[in-house]
């Protein structure tokens, strides 16, 4: 049973920071106007109720004067019109008149009922004090009581006008807000942004020549040119893990004595070299080559002039190869050849004789001496020899060896 595969957590959905800065701002100064706004607004209702409260009682005050000498004489409609002429210019709302066991003598109320006077009303009765009250009396007896209801709607006025204040100042908290933004973006945002982006391109894509631009505030600024500094380290060390991975493909794929493929490339080389050919539908050869007389060259002249034979041989045969073709050294004398695909038989016999050609001529030592440099070679066709690497191998180094051996016989 398989082991459960993990899945990547979802990334969340992450405000910006110019969104997290702008709401911030839009806060604080909300906060700050909205307690401003209520501060003013609570202060005035308060000093503009206690200025209604006095002139209230001034004016009940002033209505029971007016009307007691009308209750004394039972003249209601001259009561009606002295309150009338006492309330109408005041900011008076209603005027009752009642007995002291609460039966009503005379009532008065302010004419108009208009859309913007019901508003006024209703939101100044919220915050309206309570009726002022005076007591008409004949020497010691109680005759009439006077409750004058204060008219609320100059303080409805102040209470909307606060409102519409408060309503203009948020459109220019919000203008403001908005402007502020912009500049935080140009300023903050954006060069933080165009770091990440840098940042991300160099993690995702490996963009190590990508800079941070410089920005209009210091600290951002500063931020950017270390981050470039630190880029700089990043780019330094990169190249210097790709020259030392290059190095250490070199040494791995590499003959450290002739610079030609060794064996590890070649067992590599050979299986996509047959990919290759089957996908284009084309032969390829090998060829396999072992110098003749080499172990009597490194036994009398040693190990130094063996090697300058090496070289000397591994450059003739760059010489007389095709573009496309690879040359390796399997190792000590052995040598091997990849003819690119498309390679015929009288190519493949073309490309032998040159490289025959190449090596009558001697060899000259370190020591001054000189050798005879030649090859046995032994070939094999892909798909015509055999269709498995092994075997292809196995062929061709039969017949480099059937070679040796006729070399050896005299018979060539």
């Known amino acids: 049973m398989s082991a459960p595969v993990d899945k990547p957590l979802p990334t969340p959905c992450l405000p910006t920071l110019g969104q997290v800065l702008a709401r911030a701002h839009m806060r604080l100064i909300l906060f700050a106007v909205l307690m401003a706004g209520v501060t003013l607004t609570v202060t005035g209702v308060l000093v503009i109720r206690g200025y209604a409260d006095r002139n ?35 900011s008076v709302h209603r005027v009752d008149v009642r007995t002291p066991d609460g039966r009503e003598l005379v009532s008065w109320r302010r004419p108009g009922d208009d859309i913007m006077t019901m508003i006024e009303g209703g939101i100044a009765n919220l915050v309206a004090s309570a009726p002022a009250t005076v007591d008409v009396r004949r020497g010691d007896r109680l005759i009439a009581r006077v409750s004058v209801h204060g008219g609320a709607e100059g303080l409805g006025r102040f209470i909307l006008s606060g409102l519409a204040t408060a309503i203009a100042c948020l459109l220019l ?22 770091i990440a982006d840098v940042a991300h391109e160099v993690r995702a894509n490996r ?22 500094a630190l880029l700089e380290e990043l780019n330094d060390w990169h190249s210097g893990v790709l ?24 067992e590599r080389a050979l299986p996509a070299t047959i990919a290759q050919a089957d996908a284009l539908n084309l032969p390829f050869a090998i060829l396999y080559l072992d110098v003749n007389r080499f172990k ?25 190869l095709r573009s496309g073709d690879q040359a390796f050294r399997l190792g000590g004398d052995e040598f091997a050849l990849i003819l690119a ?25 370190p020591g001054g001496e000189s050798v005879d440099g030649s090859l046995s070679i032994g070939s094999a066709r892909y798909p015509q020899d055999s269709a498995d690497a092994r075997d292809l191998l196995r062929h061709a180094d039969a017949a480099m060896y059937a070679a040796k051996g006729r070399r050896a016989g005299g018979k060539e």
């Open 243 to 266: 020259s030392h991975n290059r190095m250490l493909e070199r040494q791995a794929t590499r003959d450290a004595l002739t610079g030609l493929g060794n064996r590890a490339m070649f």
């Open 341 to 365: 695909p498309g390679v015929g038989q009288e190519e493949m016999e073309a490309v032998q004789a040159r490289i025959s050609d190449g090596m009558r001529q001697p060899i000259m030592l």
């Open 173 to 194: 908290t919000l203008i403001a807000t908005w402007t502020l933004a912009r500049r935080l973006q140009r300023d903050v945002t954006d060069p933080l942004s165009r």
């Open 207 to 228: 963009q190590f020549d990508r800079r941070a631009p410089h920005a209009h505030i210091r600290e951002v600024d500063q931020l950017g040119r270390d981050f470039n």
């Open 296 to 320: 009597p060259v490194n036994d009398t002249y040693g190990h130094d002039a063996g090697d300058a034979m090496l070289i000397v041989i591994a450059a003739r045969l760059r010489a007389g």
């Open 56 to 90: 209230l009682a001034l004016i009940a005050q002033t209505v029971a004067y007016t009307v007691e000498p009308a209750l004394i004489f039972d003249d209601m409609e001259a009561a009606r019109s002295g309150i009338a002429a006492v309330a109408a210019s005041e």
